[in-house]
């Protein structure tokens, strides 16, 4: 299947600072990506849909000035979480869709201390 | 009602049995159905993807999607310890740029 990729895999940092998430299709261009998050042992939360070339659509509740969008190629979509506070601390995924299927990375931890 | 209704579990069974695990919808336009397996810490992985009705087969894996009981299901033959995880189903109405609507996951442990 396809390949998606995200990097950091992990990070901590402290409150106030801003922290960028990358997310990559390796093998397929993707017009399209998704920004979730997850609570332990909680399902999926869609945070926004990332469109190359435009503005994200976000989910309600969730803030946009907050969570920075930008979606600059058809292979790399960033989230920058600003100010972060310790509650934001959760699993980030971004995920991109191919032809039908949807492929999900393999998650970024972030904990803010 | 939520759109996408999966039991939480969790769902226990010995080695080598059968698991059916399940979801049910209320939005009659999905179209696009898919399972992914999660492990603890890590990204969804894409298991089965089906189109519409009907059943699709692959290794031990079997997906069944009924439109008209708005119901999918997903069997797994001959268990492994490594197939515990979180079952995730998710589901759409069409393809390209609309999200997916995903169940709440079931997680499942495969004892040996």
């Known amino acids: 299947g396809a390949v998606v990729s995200q990097h950091p895999s992990w990070v901590i940092c402290k409150s106030g600072t801003s922290v960028k998430i990358e997310c990559r299709s390796l093998d397929f261009q993707a017009t399209t990506m998704f920004w979730y998050r997850q609570f332990p042992k909680q399902s999926l939360m869609l945070m926004a849909t990332s469109n190359e070339g435009s503005k994200a659509t976000y989910e309600q509740g969730v803030e946009k000035d907050k969570f920075l969008i930008n979606h600059a190629s058809l292979t790399l979509s960033t989230l920058t979480v600003t100010s972060a506070h310790p509650e934001d601390s959760s699993f980030y995924i971004c995920?991109?869709?191919?032809?039908?299927?949807?492929?999900f990375g393999p998650g970024t931890r972030l904990t803010v201390t | 009602q939520k759109e996408v209704e999966q039991d939480p579990g969790p769902l226990s069974v010995p080695e080598g049995a059968i698991v059916s695990l399940n979801c049910t919808y209320s939005?009659?336009?999905?179209?696009?159905f898919m399972w992914y397996r999660q492990y603890s810490r890590k990204g969804p992985e894409l298991l089965m993807y089906?189109?519409?009705?009907g059943n699709k087969e692959d290794g031990r894996f079997t997906a069944q999607v009924d439109k008209s009981s708005k119901y999918i299901s997903l069997f797994i033959r001959d268990s492994q310890p490594s197939d515990s995880a979180t079952y995730l189903c998710?589901?759409?109405?069409?393809?390209?740029?609309?999200?997916?609507?995903f169940g709440k996951g079931t997680r499942l442990s495969v004892i040996a």
């Open positions: 939005n009659s336009a999905f179209q696009y």
């Open positions: 995920s991109a869709r191919g032809d039908s299927e949807q492929y």
């Open positions: 998710a589901m759409s109405p069409a393809e390209g740029n609309t999200p997916l609507v």
């Open positions: 089906t189109y519409s009705s």
